[in-house]
């Protein structure tokens, strides 16, 4: 299996659901990104992990909690949801600063 | 702090029509710049990337982007059109992320291509 792989791809919850969403790169990457992409709005970014460490998280709420057990792994967990979390999340990985990130297909989140 | 500006939110275009996506973007140092495709409910595929030298950049699927210093723009242009074209575009200018081994990406608001045939 090739690049970014994410699963599952769709995912219905409820609002006292925990669930988790994973990410894997087979590229060989140091950094890992996830990504919010919901209607009519940019790309925002949530957490970046660099080297399995933690670096960036753009102040998320804490019903999102991140997890990256190595290089080529990571995890989004998440509990008591909101309906306005529903969006496309997109795990994304690059190698090096300046270089291209290269993302998986993303999961599609509805939270009822 | 950076910032992409895609200012056409969505075009229309015949098939076999040339085209050209705009993308604006303010950065204090050397840009390094990047196009993305996005088909509805997929991830985002790199199209093309600049970093320097050449300032047209050629990229997958036919696609080409000219780097323009003096306009800070990054157009994405191919001469035409197919119809699998239609999809979400987006233009972004990488940073690094304060002299560390990682990048950050800023992204502009995207701009939805449709093909009539």
Do not use: D, I
């Given at each position: 299996e090739t690049g970014v792989t994410q699963t599952p791809r769709h995912l219905v919850m409820g609002m006292t659901n925990k669930k988790s969403l994973k990410c894997e790169q087979h590229l060989?990457?140091?950094?890992?990104?996830?990504?919010?992409?919901?209607?009519?709005?940019?790309?925002?970014?949530?957490?970046?992990?660099?080297?399995?460490?933690?670096?960036?998280?753009?102040?998320?709420?804490?019903?999102?909690?991140?997890?990256?057990?190595?290089?080529?792994?990571?995890?989004?967990?998440?509990?008591?949801?909101q309906p306005e979390d529903s969006a496309l999340y997109l795990c994304a990985s690059s190698h090096g600063a300046h270089r291209p990130q290269y993302f998986g297909p993303g999961t599609r989140l509805l939270v009822l | 702090a950076q910032s992409v500006t895609q200012p056409d939110i969505h075009i229309t275009v015949s098939e076999g029509a040339s085209l050209e996506l705009r993308c604006n973007y303010s950065y204090g140092a050397t840009p390094y710049l990047f196009w993305y495709v996005q088909s509805p409910g997929q991830g985002l595929q790199l199209l093309l990337k600049y970093f320097s030298g050449d300032t047209l950049v050629q990229g997958i699927k036919g696609f080409e982007a000219e780097f323009k210093r003096s306009q800070s723009s990054f157009n994405l242009r191919k001469p035409s059109v197919h119809w699998s074209d239609a999809a979400e575009y987006f233009c972004a200018v990488g940073t690094n992320a304060g002299g560390t081994s990682y990048g950050k990406l800023t992204f502009g608001q995207g701009t939805i291509l449709t093909v009539h045939p």
């Open positions: 060989g990457h140091n950094a890992m990104y996830w990504y919010k992409q919901s209607a009519k709005k940019p790309l925002e970014l949530m957490f970046v992990y660099n080297f399995k460490e933690q670096t960036e998280n753009n102040s998320v709420p804490s019903r999102f909690s991140p997890e990256c057990p190595n290089s080529s792994h990571l995890f989004l967990h998440l509990h008591t949801l | -």
